[in-house]
C-alpha cells in the first residue's frame, strides 16, 4: 500500500511540474498567438452560426 501511496504522489507532482512548464510556455507564445489570430480572416469566426434563440 505504501508504494501505491508514493507513487501516486510522484504522478501528482510529475503533472504539477508539467502543468508550471506548460503555462510558463504559454506565457512566452501569447505573442505569436495573438498575431495568428489576428491574421485570420474575421469571416471564419462570425459566418455559419446561428445565433437566434
Known sequence: IASTV?????TIAAA???G????QAMKHMEPQVKQ???SLP???FSGGYY???
Not at 508514493?6 to 510522484?10: C, D, E, R, T
Not at 508550471?20 to 503555462?23: A, K, N
Request: charged share 10%; aromatic share 14%.
Open 36 to 38: 495568428v489570430f489576428q
Open 6 to 10: 508514493v507513487a501516486v504522489g510522484l
Open 42 to 44: 474575421k469571416s471564419a
Open 16 to 18: 504539477g511540474f508539467a
Open 20 to 23: 508550471c512548464y506548460v503555462l
Open 51 to 53: 445565433r437566434g434563440g
